[in-house]
């Protein structure tokens, strides 16, 4: 990699990622310009590049200088990507490739197979996966891992102790929200911790308290929970008081990376994706990233952020295999997580992070305590996405089950049974 530090790396893919217009249209076809591609750039649609530190732009830039051919990265809002790529599909305008949060049954007819490639730069075992007839549609963008951040300043004032590593004696819940609480009371803030307002996250807590969340079973036809399930999802309802959790955040979606940003709460439950963001934006205060409290379990949620998939009819296929490989070698796929602050997905790169080492080594951590089960579960579904036998469900059924508890509405039993019920229906 060259010897440039992370925060040149940061301004190069930002101001490649200024350079690259977001296109009303999706696909290749309607792209202007020049490049080594006969038919214009090939348009590379994805999310959150920008935050992640350019990364991708980086990397295009990096591309365009060794081979002439453009990868314009169309960065669009998470909330929108889904929705663009289908009614692309539908129209028949995809662009060249997509990072995408999951396959979707909507376009997945019209990816490459990728498996030629991913036999070349080996993903991580339980990170894709094959369809009946062997067809990879998709390589994992990176990995990421749920974690806890702390406002060290604020703990430090209230002289509240806390761990560092799995090593060490890793507090309980029931420990951690009396802690959290001390540094509320002392030092005048507004609220002990926030979470995401994401099922990804909620799922991590209940694998803390030895539940397998709503699981699907080895043969992909049904969910269940535990008997630990429902007492974690009271347990986290309560939480979500207004004192020791905002209940603005998952009832009116106010943003709790703003809040930990401004030193509004003392600890932040969220993940690896905001190491390179916390990095280059929090300035006023120190923060670490410490591990998760543990009910009896020590665990993390983790698997592919996001896949990269190449679409077929663009007349661009070929050019955007050639990326993909070239982006998935060991020297580039390196510089991309370094710069993006990626845990890689692929077997056999080590990353040397310029920055904040420490906490992606701890997440690492998190990743090799987790029960195993975690990895089976994300196997599971990779298979069920790769096969395309669920219909796409209409929002997120325990998120949602989960926001309707804390405000009121229903009964955690209750939005459990309708949860189950919903991806039940989605695989039959």
Known sequence: MPSMNRRSLLAAGAVAAAAAPALASCGSSSSGGSGGSSSGPLQFVLSGDANQGGGYAAMAAKYLEETGIEIEIVDVPYDDLGTKITNAARANDLPALAR????????????????????????????????????????????????????????DQAGVAYPT???????????????????????????????????????????QFGSEGLALSEDMTSYSANEQTAP????????????????????SEDDP???????????YYSGSWQIADFDANIADFEWVSVPMPAQPEKATNFGTAAVVVVFEGTGQEQEALDFV?????????????????????????????????????????AIANTPAFVKTQKALALQV?????????????????????????????AALSSAL????ESLA
Do not use: C
């Open 325 to 365: 490989r070239w982006l998935y070698q060991p020297e580039n796929y390196g510089e991309l997580s370094t710069i993006s602050g990626f845990l890689p997905a692929t077997e056999g790169v080590e990353v040397t992070y310029a920055s904040r080492p420490e906490d992606f080594a701890l997440y690492n951590e």
């Open 257 to 267: 990376n703003a809040m930990f940003k401004t030193g509004q709460v003392a600890a």
């Open 100 to 155: 995408m949060p999951a396959l979707d049954p909507a376009w997945l007819d019209r990816t490459a197979d990728l498996a030629e490639i991913a036999g070349e730069v080996k993903p991580i075992e339980g990170m894709y996966a094959a369809d009946a007839d062997g067809k990879i549609p998709s390589l994992p963008s990176d990995l990421t891992a749920v974690g806890m951040f702390l406002n060290k300043d604020l703990w």
């Open 385 to 413: 996405q790769a096969a395309g036998t669920a219909a796409p469900l209409d929002g997120d059924p325990l998120r949602d089950g989960i926001i309707q508890v804390i405000n009121g509405e229903t009964t955690v039993d």
């Open 165 to 207: 590593s799995f090593e060490d004696q890793v507090w309980t819940w029931d420990e951690f929200v009396d802690a959290a609480g001390q540094v509320r009371e002392a030092t005048g803030i507004k609220f002990a911790m926030a979470m995401d307002r994401s099922s990804h996250r909620l799922n991590s807590f209940l694998y």
């Open 421 to 424: 019920e919903q991806l039940n």
């Open 232 to 251: 974690a999802l009271e347990y986290f309802v309560g939480l979500n008081d207004d004192t020791f959790m905002p209940r603005s955040v998952w009832l």
